[in-house]
């Protein structure tokens, strides 16, 4: 934004304004999403950068208040106070970016993620605060301004949770990762155990001949729904993907509880590798459970196995050995699991 109009120089209207500053913001998004820490010759203070951090956290939380009380009621601000205001959100915001920026790789990428995504969600949350006080009251939700701004809030009272070093990023990371492997495992538990084949072949006595003709071969032995049931073959396979889901949540259980008590928060491109392993193993777990749903291919199913699974399971052990925490002979639920 411009810091002060010239001389005789005619300012856009208020919305004009709010729109400019909201395409702004936009455009400074793809720049925090793969920006990279700035070179400089002072040494990296953690508690100046946390404390920092926070500040332009609670400004961005202030000046969000300021947007929604002043442009949420009528009369709008003149353009003249309008553009202060929007230099004062354009500030705020820059100073949160610049503080991201000022995180060095070397204090963990894993930490870094965390901080930029906390970054991107206070400039997301701005730009759409922006953009719903641009919406005439007749396309504006109720109370929509509000609930954006607390989206504002919410993003900015995150930052001082966000873990300060990269062992506490990491094991928050780990932590997710078991969370989602978990809900996988019981969403797929939970299935199985209620897969019935003849579940609504033969409840409707008056149905048509089509209806007639798949209950007569229902009680043939042959049900007609084969789309919405594991036949006995897909029955045979599901069993050792589901040893093989339960292995993964076990490990990833384990690698948690292993980082939690020998990681030492020096070892930080090691405690990255192991994140970025964990990362790749939950999404495979999660290909491998929707695979497994009738109708099933077992292509699909073998390949998500053996490449995905398999693939990401080997670094995870040999960075496992290599960190030293487990002996060579240590026995691993998921090679088991994958033989």
């Known amino acids: ?22 395409a702004q913001l936009r455009l400074l998004l793809p720049g925090v999403r793969v920006g990279e820490a700035r070179e400089t010759t002072e040494e990296f203070n953690p508690e100046v950068f946390w404390r920092r951090l926070n500040e332009a956290a609670v400004k961005v939380s202030g000046e969000a208040t300021t947007l929604t009380t002043v442009f949420s009621r009528l009369p709008v601000p003149s353009p003249q106070e309008t553009q202060r205001i929007c230099e004062q959100v354009h500030v705020a915001i820059k100073a949160v970016i610049a503080v991201y920026y000022s995180l060095p790789k070397d204090e963990g990428i894993t930490l870094r993620k965390l901080v930029r995504s906390a970054a991107v969600d206070i400039v997301d949350g701005m730009a759409q605060l922006l953009e719903v006080l641009l919406l005439p009251p007749a396309q504006s939700p ?76 229902s009680v043939l032995g042959f049900p007609s729904n084969q789309d919405s049931y594991w036949s006995e073959e897909d029955q045979e396979l599901i069993i050792p993907c589901l040893a093989l889901v339960r292995a993964s949540k ?51 199913v073998r390949i998500n196995v053996k490449v995905r699974m398999s693939c990401s399971v080997t670094v995870f052990l040999s960075l496992n050995l290599e960190l030293g925490w487990q002996p060579a002979s240590y026995s691993h639920p998921l090679v088991s699991a994958l033989h």
């Open 1 to 22: 934004m411009a810091s002060a109009a010239g001389a005789g120089r005619i300012l856009a209207p208020p919305v004009e304004q709010l729109r400019h500053l909201a």
């Open 142 to 217: 109720e109370n929509s301004d509000l609930i954006s701004c607390n989206s504002v809030w919410v993003a900015c009272e995150q930052v001082p949770k966000i873990p300060k070093d990269n062992k506490a990023a990491a094991l928050l990371m780990l932590t997710k990762s078991v969370d989602f492997v978990k809900d996988a495992h019981e969403e797929i538990e939970q299935a199985v155990e209620e897969c019935d084949p003849y579940c609504g072949l033969l409840n409707d006595s008056d149905g048509d001949n089509s209806d007639s003709h798949n209950a007569e071969n």
């Open 250 to 300: 076990a490990s990833l259980k384990k690698i948690r509880i292993l980082v939690a008590e020998n990681g030492k928060k020096d070892q930080v491109a090691q405690l990255d590798d192991i994140v970025d392993i964990c990362d790749e193993i939950s999404p495979s777990v999660d290909d491998l459970v929707l695979s497994i749903y009738p109708p099933v291919c077992h292509l699909t």
